[in-house]
């Protein structure tokens, strides 16, 4: 299974970016072969209905549908921004979703978070579900929210081994199941 990594945050300290460093770390022990996408191929012009009319999509747009065609399984980390998906990563889904065909359309995803808070940005996950499975994405039942993350991440590890184990479990499940279930895995 070819799995891209995509992170909701283009800051340099992102704890999510963090997060999805470690877990593609375990989806590469799990068997996956793991893409990282660079932190700003989400960084799109806003969606625009002319710009799109006039000349279709934008390179960077048609450059992430490119890399999202070419994987089985999306692993997306992302911050909660007001209890809902960022704006950014919300653009790049409207981008993407304009390619014809969709690449979205059957790509099996798992959703992290990482927050600072006690909710480890889990609400914006499930706002984030809902575009994702409108564009036909097989999303994972299970997600992954870091609480207090800032606490917990520390030298591109987990510091606490309970919750290192039950990311490890998840994503290794996700791996297992997207075997079975891709064909060109
Ligand atoms: C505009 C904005 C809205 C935010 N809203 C929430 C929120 O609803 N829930 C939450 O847990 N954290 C919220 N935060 C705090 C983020 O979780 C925190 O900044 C986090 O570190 C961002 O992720 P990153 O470290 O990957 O960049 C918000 C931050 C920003 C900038």
């Not at 191929?41 to 209905?49: E, V």
Request: proline content about 6%; overall charge positive.
């Amino acid at each position: 299974m070819k799995v891209l990594v995509l992170v909701g945050s283009m800051r340099t300290g992102s704890l999510n970016r963090q997060l999805a460093a470690i877990a593609a770390g375990m989806a590469e022990r799990a068997g996956a072969t793991v893409v990282r996408a660079d932190p700003r191929a989400i960084a799109l012009p806003l969606y625009d209905g002319d710009v799109e009319a006039a000349g279709g999509l934008p390179p960077a747009a048609l450059a992430l549908a490119a890399q999202i065609e070419a994987c089985d399984g999306l692993l997306i980390a992302s911050p909660e921004y007001n209890y809902s998906v960022p704006g950014v990563l919300k653009n790049a889904i409207d981008w993407v979703s304009r390619a014809k065909p969709s690449p979205l359309r059957g790509k099996r995803a798992l959703l992290l978070s990482a927050s600072p808070s006690l909710v480890g940005g889990n609400r914006g996950l499930w706002a984030l579900r809902m575009p994702l499975e409108a564009l036909g994405v097989h999303v994972f039942p299970d997600m992954f929210s870091l609480a207090s993350a800032h606490a917990v991440l520390a030298d591109g590890a987990l510091a606490d081994a309970a919750l290192a184990t039950r990311l490890e479990e998840l994503i290794g499940r996700w791996i297992g199941e997207g075997r079975r279930l891709t064909t060109s895995a």
